[in-house]
């Protein structure tokens, strides 16, 4: 019988809540361990508030960063997809490690901060099993969202949004709800359009023309926010917001037609929310993603957080600016992706992928990420999504696509 026979979802009213942390030597898996050592010291003296014991971690290749923190933690079990030394630990090694992690170590919240389709079949894993999972990684919803929202509605499991923005979204929509809210329960009736904010990146100010030619370490200055390398270009030609637009439309089951992008350079309200009666409700904070990682965990209770905190004071204006398409068409990407569902998303999310990967190398230049995503969404033939094999056939693809066009075709790219 599997240690997963039963639904291990997470209960609040349980005194210890067990966590594997899925890429925990990135950004977001640092600070989700950082909330939960603030969360347990927090109630170090109370017996009967709710404890988080890290019971796994996976990484890509971090294996020195990796093996410090299962050594600080008290974690045995772990996984990377390369490792070249020995260890004490319970080692996984390999493509499937992170799979293999979730289904030997029994667990009650799983943290999904890999970058890319790396850990979709690790989550997918954990939601077929009833297991909740606060969710940080984009591709998952975007390249396989049905498949994700079905697995989680069938088991019972639900979608903890750990981006600032769907977290957002999710607390004002509480208040939409007459029970408790959590993806993927749909969208609560009442809600006639949610709209994301992006800060605008470091050429929020800037012409198509000029910053055509952006050089990588200009594109690698956000002014708002610490992330890693690829979500940091992924913001400067806003196909992070169009990302989450995607992820927007699975978690609270919504189309294309009820959401909306707005850029917002403070980086202070993160979600709005527009009701029927026309009233709107929004969700503010401290630019800190210790915030919605730390609701994630402790939903429906708030806790003392160990983010910023927000001083309105000291901010005297807000501002809202519609974004341009011709400067920034990967929100228009976006919603064509959702309009024509089937593996469109799919393909969306491999093509600029490698786009970003071919900029990085000096293959391209910055203007013609987006411009290769165009090109792959135009002459690429969308299939239905079934398994995980047509979501990593259409990724493959497209990624194909990409790299033949930035090889031998760059020059046709205008």
Request: hydrophobic residues 40%; aromatic residues 6%.
């Amino acid at each position: 019988m599997s240690i997963h026979d039963t639904n291990s979802k997470s209960d609040p009213t349980q005194s210890l809540c067990r966590v594997i942390i899925l890429g925990s030597t990135g950004s977001v898996g640092v600070q989700s361990i950082d909330v939960i050592n603030h969360l347990n010291r927090l109630h170090k003296d109370n017996s009967t508030a709710r404890r988080f014991q890290v019971v796994g971690l996976a990484a890509r290749s971090s294996q020195g960063e990796l093996f410090e923190q299962a050594q600080a933690l008290g974690v045995k079990d772990v996984a990377l997809c390369e490792s070249s030394a020995p260890s004490s630990l319970n080692v996984r090694v390999g493509k499937g490690a992170a799979l293999q992690l979730i289904q030997e170590v029994e667990c009650d919240l799983v943290v999904g901060a890999v970058v890319g389709v790396a850990g979709l079949d690790a989550i997918l894993e954990s939601l077929d099993r009833g297991i909740d999972v606060a969710l940080a990684n984009k591709e998952t919803l975007v390249a396989a969202g049905s498949l994700v929202v079905d697995a989680a509605r069938r088991s019972g499991a639900r979608i903890f949004p750990v981006d600032s923005e769907h977290a957002g979204v999710w607390q004002c929509l509480q208040s939409f709800a007459h029970e408790l809210y959590a993806p993927p329960m749909g969208l609560p009736e009442g809600v006639r359009k949610i709209t994301l904010t992006a800060s605008g990146g470091p050429f929020r100010n800037q012409s198509r023309h000029e910053i055509q030619n952006a050089q990588i370490a200009d594109a690698l200055n956000h002014p708002n926010w610490s992330m890693g390398t690829k979500v940091t270009i992924d913001s400067a030609t806003l196909m992070n917001k169009a990302l989450e637009l995607i992820e927007a439309h699975w978690l609270f089951g919504v189309g294309a037609d009820q959401l909306d992008a707005v850029i917002h350079p403070q980086s202070i309200i993160h979600a709005f929310v527009e009701s029927n009666d026309g009233s709107v409700m929004a969700q503010l904070g401290a630019p800190d993603m210790k915030s919605p990682i730390q609701y994630a965990m402790s939903w429906p209770t708030r806790f003392d957080g160990s983010a910023d905190r927000l001083d309105v004071t000291k901010h005297s204006r807000l501002d809202f600016v519609e974004i341009d398409p011709m400067r920034f068409p990967a929100i228009e990407l976006a919603m064509n992706a959702i309009r024509i569902g089937k593996s469109a998303g799919a393909v969306l999310n491999a093509s600029n992928e490698q786009a970003v990967h071919a900029y990085l190398n000096g293959d391209i230049n910055f203007g013609q990420i987006d411009e290769c995503v165009q090109s792959a969404m135009d002459n690429i033939e969308f299939e239905t999504i079934s398994s995980l094999d047509d979501v990593y056939q259409a990724d493959q693809r497209a990624r194909d696509y990409v790299i033949q066009l930035c090889t031998t075709r760059a020059e046709h790219i205008q």
